[in-house]
Every structure is written in structure tokens, then in C-alpha cells.
């Protein structure tokens, strides 16, 4: 009878193994965890990255931000910050999270200076001082040598985290640009860091940066100090500070710091997307929209340009409204931004043909079609001005050798792309969204893609080796690909 039962229960785990046999998948990585050894505090720290997505298929430096709490907070703030820069609300931002090891208080907590009471309560509490020097004299300098950083940082805290990032901005105000601090404990020490906070505002330091508060619908003892702060803030700091505080009655202690993070993202970076370019444009030309996008590419530390299609909308308004000057204006700006964009000439291009200069207009659509010799709009603009063009018959014939240097796979977003010499002719295989295809040669490292119209231009190294390419396949569609082998 034993034995029977035994059968049976075996029976059932297997038959629960098959019937909720899940399939194997790849992994979803958000980062990736690493250690260092601090001197000043004398252990191993753990820390945690999170890369944007375009970390690797772009050249520009990121801005960083620094985390505490890190174990608990690093995931839900990972999505934050990806999703926010993938809808462009705010840019690519690196996240450095750092956990808490055993002693969470000592780490994150000010001094205790004036409560007797709490220092026997808390007898290991007063390291921010030591941790604060460990991020900004060994954890930035890390950081800084290992990764593509810019200059500009944020430093967010919640909870004891939330006085620590107060405390960091009163010691350190110029080492992050813009601060988070998440339902603060402003109680702690009987309130010294807002006494601490009205000196040093009181001394009238050249503040700049953003400071971003948030209060969780919580006690008298926790909203109390926080708002005496806010209240310090709006009489005394200086106008080249920008600061908000929120008190979000629909979250409590716990769940505050999700929206804080977000909302606190968004109001740091409001420049970033609150602009209508083409406002900008009229109310004072591109002298406008240079000195916006001066302004917002100072406060990042790199250069940040409108977009091309930002621009070209403008240029279209005013063809719109029979302006063909001012639109050439605005194309002809563009094309100093974008000159390897094949849509920037051919928008020049219908403006000059608007204003019956047809020869400049052809001129234009023909800069065009060398540089994406797939634009069959400026082919069928140029056939309604009697002028037969056929980007095919401009296309070179390339020795073999010479193609062979093209040879590898290459990563690309969507995908590795594996380009091979079949027959003495070039080929692209993406599966599965491109089988085997010839590339078209038309000169200087430049093919055609013809069935899906992409344009697409090796690039090479100084040595003159083939290290990648740039794939032109629409409007202000750029695809960049290295070759890995």
C-alpha cells in the first residue's frame, strides 16, 4: 500500500513537471552588479548599472545618476528611466545604484547632534559624512573612467536616503546638478538639518541646479520639517535655483518613491521636451532655437540639437503659407545640422521648385539621390521638371578584392546583419526580415539596399578598415551597425 502510494505521487509530480514545463526563453537583462573596494570606508561596496538602450549605438556621453537604496529601488527605477527616454521626456541617463550593506543608519544618517535620546538609540548612526565621501572621491572617478559620462548627475534618496541627499546638497552643493530627496526624515536630530539648511541659505551661496522634494501622505513628525524646508526654499533661495515640493496624499512611506522618481525626472529635464520648436522659431528665429538648445546642451555637458524633423515641420508651416523665403531659410539651416541626411535637399529642394527656380531645385534633388539613391521622390520631381534621372544607371562596379573588405557580421538594433561576396557581388542577410540580397555599389563605401530602399554607407577607422555602417532607411531614420567579427 505504501508502495502504491509512492507510484502515485510519483505519478502526479511527473505528470505536473510535463503539464507546467515552461519554455526556455533569453534573459531580460536591466543591468549588471559589480564591487569595489572603498578605503575611506575600509570594505567591499557592492554596486549596480543600468545602461540605456542607446548606450551602445550612440557616441554621446550620458548623464548619471546615483541611487541609494539601491537593492530596493535599482528595478521599478530602471523602467522609470527607460521608459521616460524612450517617449523623450527625458535623455539617456545611466543609473548607478548602490545597496545598503548591514548598516543601513550608519551609511545614511547626518550626525546626531543635538537628540541624546537618539544617539543611544542609534549608536552606529552618522557615516553620511564618510559615504558621501566615498561616492563623490572614489564611486564618480570610477564611474567616470569606465563608462561614457557627462558631467551631469542626480543624486536620489528616500527616507533616511531622502535627508541624506539634503545633507549631500548642504555639504557638496555643486557635486550632483540636481538632487531627489523621497519623504525625507527631516525629524532626525530634532530638525538640525533645517536649521542647518536656513544657515546655509542665509549666507547667500550662488546655487544653481534643481532641488526636487516629495512628502507621502504620512505623520505630523515626518510632513513637519519637510515643509519648513520648502518654506526656507521659496524665501530664501536664490533664482538661478529651481526647486519644487510635492505632497503626494495618495502614497504612503512606502509607495512614494515610485511616482516621486518619475515626477522628480520630468521636472529636471521639463526643458528637455516642453519646447515647441517651431514657436521657439517665430518668436525669434533660429537665433531662438540656438540659444535653447545651447542653454539645455550646457546644463547636460554635450551638445543636444533639435531634431531633424523638428525643424523641417517648421519649414513646411511656412510653405504652407506661401513663405518660400523664410522656409529655404529654415531648410537651409537644417541642411547645416544634418548635411548627410539625403530629406533635408530634397525638402530645399521642393522649396526651390515652389518658387520656380527649377534649376536650383534640381541641383538639390540630385544631392539628394547621391546621397540616397532610393528617394523615388526626388526621381518623380525630376520627372515633372523633363528631367530623366535613374539613380541604377550610376551605380560602379567594384573589384572583388575591394568587396571582400566589407565582409562580417555586423550588430545592429533590430539584429546582426551578416554582409558575405556571393559571385562577385556583394550581399546583406538580416533573417528574418532580409534574406540574401545584393547590395548595389554607387562609390566611396556606399550601396543600395534596393528592394527596401535603404540607403547605406560603410564607415571606417583611421587605419581605413571597414568598422561599421550607417543605413539611411526613411525620414530622420538612421540605423548605425558595428562589425563584431
Known amino acids: 500500500m505504501i508502495w502504491s502510494r509512492r507510484i502515485l505521487v510519483l505519478s502526479l509530480c511527473c505528470l505536473s513537471s510535463w503539464l507546467y514545463a515552461q519554455p526556455e526563453g533569453k534573459p531580460v537583462v536591466v543591468g549588471h552588479s559589480f564591487s569595489m573596494t572603498s578605503e575611506i570606508l575600509g570594505e567591499e561596496r557592492p554596486y549596480l548599472i543600468h545602461l540605456p538602450d542607446s548606450y551602445d549605438e550612440s557616441t554621446n556621453p550620458v548623464a548619471v545618476m546615483y541611487l541609494l537604496d539601491g537593492g530596493g529601488h535599482f528595478l521599478h527605477t530602471a523602467g522609470i528611466v527607460s521608459y521616460l527616454s524612450k517617449v523623450g521626456r527625458i535623455p539617456p541617463i545611466m543609473i548607478v545604484a548602490i545597496p545598503n550593506t548591514t548598516d543601513r543608519t550608519r551609511d545614511l544618517t547626518p550626525t546626531i547632534e543635538?537628540?541624546?535620546?537618539?544617539?543611544?538609540?542609534?549608536?552606529?548612526a552618522g557615516g553620511?559624512?564618510?559615504?558621501?565621501?566615498?561616492?563623490?572621491?572614489?564611486?564618480?572617478?570610477?564611474?567616470?573612467?569606465?563608462?561614457?559620462?557627462?558631467?551631469?548627475?542626480i543624486l536620489v534618496g528616500h527616507s533616511f536616503g531622502g535627508i541624506f541627499a539634503v545633507n549631500a546638497w548642504l555639504k557638496e552643493p555643486t557635486t550632483f546638478d540636481a538632487y531627489i530627496s523621497i519623504s525625507p526624515s527631516m525629524w532626525w536630530d530634532k530638525q538640525n538639518l533645517v536649521d542647518k539648511a536656513e544657515a546655509f541659505l542665509d549666507s547667500k551661496p550662488p546655487l544653481e541646479g534643481y532641488f526636487y522634494m516629495t512628502m507621502g501622505n504620512e505623520g505630523k513628525e515626518m510632513l513637519g520639517g519637510a515643509m519648513k524646508l520648502a518654506a526656507l526654499l521659496e524665501e530664501k533661495a536664490s533664482d538661478s535655483l529651481e526647486w519644487d515640493f510635492k505632497v503626494m496624499k495618495e502614497e504612503d512611506h512606502g509607495s512614494v518613491p515610485h511616482r516621486s522618481t518619475y515626477y522628480g525626472l520630468e521636472a529636471i529635464f521639463k526643458d528637455w521636451f516642453k519646447v515647441d520648436v517651431g514657436d521657439l522659431?517665430?518668436?525669434?528665429?533660429?537665433?531662438?532655437?540656438?540659444?535653447?538648445?545651447?542653454?539645455?546642451?550646457?546644463?547636460?555637458?554635450?551638445?543636444?540639437?533639435?531634431?531633424e524633423s523638428e525643424i523641417n515641420q517648421i519649414g513646411y508651416r511656412f510653405m504652407a503659407d506661401q513663405r518660400f523665403d523664410k522656409a529655404l531659410e529654415v531648410f537651409q539651416a537644417n541642411v547645416k545640422r544634418y548635411p548627410s541626411s539625403f530629406n533635408v535637399y530634397d525638402s530645399m529642394a521642393e522649396a526651390f521648385m515652389k518658387m520656380e527656380d527649377n534649376e536650383s531645385a534640381i541641383k538639390h534633388y540630385k544631392k539628394s539621390l547621391e546621397i540616397h539613391p532610393g528617394n523615388d521622390n526626388a526621381v518623380k520631381m525630376l520627372k515633372e521638371m523633363d528631367v530623366e534621372y535613374d539613380p541604377m544607371s550610376m551605380t560602379v562596379d567594384v573589384a572583388e578584392h575591394k568587396l571582400k573588405k566589407y565582409e562580417g557580421r555586423y550588430e545592429a538594433p533590430l539584429g546582426v546583419v551578416a554582409i558575405q561576396v556571393a559571385g562577385g557581388k556583394l550581399t546583406?542577410?538580416?533573417?528574418?526580415?532580409v534574406e540574401k540580397e545584393e547590395l548595389f555599389a554607387f562609390g566611396n563605401d556606399q550601396f543600395l539596399l534596393k528592394s527596401q530602399n535603404v540607403s547605406i554607407r560603410f564607415e571606417r577607422s583611421?587605419?581605413?578598415?571597414?568598422?561599421?555602417?550607417?543605413?539611411?532607411?526613411?525620414?530622420?531614420?538612421?540605423?548605425?551597425?558595428?562589425?563584431?567579427?
Open 462 to 485: 583611421e587605419k581605413k578598415e571597414v568598422v561599421g555602417f550607417e543605413a539611411q532607411m526613411g525620414i530622420g531614420q538612421l540605423l548605425q551597425a558595428k562589425k563584431v567579427e
Open 114 to 124: 543635538k537628540d541624546e535620546e537618539a544617539k543611544k538609540n542609534f549608536p552606529t
Open 281 to 307: 522659431f517665430l518668436s525669434g528665429g533660429m537665433e531662438a532655437v540656438n540659444q535653447h538648445f545651447t542653454k539645455v546642451s550646457r546644463k547636460l555637458g554635450y551638445e543636444i540639437k533639435p531634431s
Open 428 to 433: 546583406l542577410e538580416m533573417l528574418p526580415m
Open 128 to 153: 553620511a559624512d564618510k559615504m558621501l565621501a566615498f561616492i563623490t572621491d572614489e564611486l564618480i572617478p570610477h564611474i567616470d573612467t569606465s563608462y561614457r559620462t557627462n558631467a551631469y548627475r
